[in-house]
């Protein structure tokens, strides 16, 4: 199999994304994957990370393909995990505090960053619309970052998800209560709790 074909099929069985390192341990040198950038073949998502063209048409999946640190977040997460019907108008993810965030800002995504010890907290998989795995923040994570000062999540879209919370049978008030300590937020979460069950 020529070497081109080859790098495209590690990204093909890779959904979509093969990244410099992969290319490497295969022993193909890194000049064919900016050849097949030229070729409008691949694209270059970011640092040593390339994805196919139509990849980037499920575009939470593209996001979480460029930005591997990033978690989608806030009104992103309530979406992905059911609790909004709103599609969010910009995307938000969730970056540790030293991570450069220019680029991501300059395609749109809203952007929040973190301490590092609390970015990998309540972060689980989560399917887009169109099937394909993404990380986003647990329920309860997001319930505490939305809540959380400088949010910009409008009430409305903070009190549907309480209540849709509240409703939840797989709600985890204890994980919700430990979240909301963590991030000094536990009597905003104790007003909407109280306010809704």
């Known amino acids: 199999m ?3 074909d080859k790098i495209i099929e590690i990204a093909m069985n890779n959904h979509g994304s093969v990244s410099y390192r992969e290319v490497a341990i295969e022993g193909i040198h890194g000049q064919y994957l900016r050849e ?3 070729e409008g073949r691949l694209e270059r998502a970011e640092r040593g990370q390339y994805v196919l063209p139509d990849a980037m ?8 393909l460029r930005f591997g640190r990033g978690v989608f977040s806030h009104e992103s997460a ?4 059911e609790y909004s019907d709103r ?3 910009r995307h938000v993810m969730t970056f540790p505090r030293k991570y450069n965030v220019t680029s991501a800002s300059s395609i749109g995504v809203r952007t929040h960053r973190v301490d590092e010890r609390n970015h990998g907290l ?7 619309a169109y099937g394909h795995e993404v990380r986003a923040y647990s329920i309860e994570r997001t319930l505490c970052d939305i809540v959380r000062p400088r949010s910009d999540v ?4 903070v009190v549907d998800a309480f209540r849709r919370y509240a409703g939840s049978s797989e709600r985890n008030p204890i994980l919700l209560v430990e979240y909301a300590r963590i991030f000094h937020v536990e009597d905003r979460v104790r007003f909407y709790m109280e306010a809704l069950m």
């Open 2 to 4: 020529p070497t081109k």
């Open 36 to 38: 097949l950038v030229r």
């Open 57 to 64: 048409k499920d575009e939470m999946e593209g996001l979480q």
């Open 78 to 81: 309530l979406f992905l995990l």
């Open 87 to 89: 599609t969010p108008l």
């Open 122 to 128: 309540g972060i689980r998989s989560v399917k887009t």
């Open 154 to 157: 409008t009430i409305e879209i």
